[in-house]
Every structure is written in structure tokens, then in C-alpha cells.
């Protein structure tokens, strides 16, 4: 369906997979956070990790679900070691629409990434008995998923952190401000968005498109934003719009496009070639 960077030239791999299950934050008075991570069989040397964060408006959506286990079992099979994320969903019961504040909205974004880089975290802690390469940490994120990992690499609160992440991939994702994407913070980012996109913004654009009169109003940048900022500072990034797409296209690239996240990760971030490409779907 979509142009790949170099599709023909991947070689397939089909890698034996195991999975096992460990808690990385502890919660008071609440079930501790866990993450499920899906490693090749008898792997012997440091491999690069994706870190997968589910989305759901930061009030629902599990680690496990049936979309999750799929991508992660298939990028496994490719060699990767991935873990997928359970975070806290401090929207649940609240909400995500124009009528919740848009201080509240902040916060999801700010604690769903906080939760993400302690994951992070615990895994560099990990790196020799999980057998990590700690230089390749690549973040994917889905709707919300795509948020936080965008916010993570992308916010003040980024600049604070010392882990320096090797790429990222959003599927219809934004982040709140373009303000701290500059040349010494800028990664490999590949970008997955629908124009018509009714919930995140493909461009630059109002959460939810609500009106400014609403407590929940708050502007995005959207995966067009983010790669023209990208694209201004020379740095890599793919994005791939699609015309007709709506929010669907914040898990439809797991299953139509990953031979496409496969090649970016290989040649746009393990092996660091400099790519600035846009595909319109």
C-alpha cells in the first residue's frame, strides 16, 4: 500500500519470540505499573528496544490487548526487543473532551510521559540481563501513546531528562508546543496521520477541534507541524498522510504499513542514514 525506503533490500527475518512480564513502578494504593517485554529466543548480544505505549485518551487501553500483543510479537520476530507499557490513565472516569480543563489535559500529557521514562528507566537498569543496546531506545506511541512519547522527546520537561532517545514513531499523535524541537533535540521521527483526523490535529489545531469559549481548549501540533519543523532544522523524519484518513490511522499502521515503521527504524535510526520523506496516502 504504502512506498517503503528500501522494502526490496530488508531481509526477512521470522525470530522465535518469548515473553515475560515485570513491574516497574510501585503505586500506593494502586496495582503497580507493569510492562509486558517480548525478546528473541536465545539472543546472545545487545539488541535495540522499541518502547510501545498504547493509546486511549489516557482513560482506557491495556499493554495487552489484542492490537498491542500483535505489533509487539511482530517487531519481535524482526530481531527487536520491545515492551509494551501499561502507564497510569489519569483521565479514566474524567474524560478527554472540551468540557474536561485544559490544565487537566496537561497533566495526562505530563504524567503519562513521566511514567514512560521511568519505564525507560528500569530497562537501562536491566540492559545487561535484557541484553538492551541503551543506544538504541526507540519510542512508539499510538493516539495518546503517540502524545506522551511525543511530549517525552519534545517538552521542557525533556531537556531535564539524561536518557537520549534514538528515534520515534507517531501514529496520529501531537505534542503541545514545537518551541524545544531544535537541531540538539531533534531525532528520527516518523509521523502517521489522517487529515481528517477529528480528535487529534493533523496540523496545527485545537484537542478535539473545540472552540476557544470550552474549558478543554488547548492547541496541538499535529504530525504536519511536527515535520515541517523537522524539516526546517534538516533532520530526519517521514510522514505519511493520509488524504481521507480519520483517527483510525492511530493503529491502522500496525497492520497495513509495518513493513514501512520496519524500514524507517532500520535505515532512518539503528543504521542513522538521513531521510526527509513524505508519502501521501
Known sequence: ????????????????????????????????????????????????ILVYVHGGGFSSGKRNDKISKYFCQEMAKQGYIVASLSYRLTMKNIGFGCNVPASLKIKAFNEGSKDIYEAVQYLISKKEKFKINEKKIILIGSSAGAEAVLHLAYSKEALKNNISFAGLVAMAGAATSLKY???ETAIPTQLFHGVKDKL????????????????????????????EKLKKLNTSYYLYTIKEGNHSWNTRPI??????ILDFIKDAIVNQKMLQKEVIH
Open 1 to 48: 500500500m504504502g512506498n517503503t525506503i528500501a522494502q526490496t533490500n530488508r531481509e526477512k527475518k521470522n525470530y522465535k519470540i518469548k515473553k515475560r512480564t515485570f513491574s516497574y513502578k510501585k503505586i500506593k494504593s494502586q496495582k503497580n505499573l507493569k510492562l509486558d517485554l517480548y525478546q528473541p529466543k536465545n539472543n546472545n548480544e545487545k539488541k535495540p
Open 181 to 183: 524541537i531544535s537541531k
Open 200 to 227: 487529534v490535529p493533523y496540523n496545527i489545531a485545537p484537542h478535539h477541534y473545540c472552540k476557544k469559549t470550552d474549558p478543554g481548549y488547548l492547541t496541538l501540533y499535529g504530525s504536519k507541524a511536527i515535520a
Open 255 to 260: 497492520y497495513e504499513e509495518r513493513d514501512t
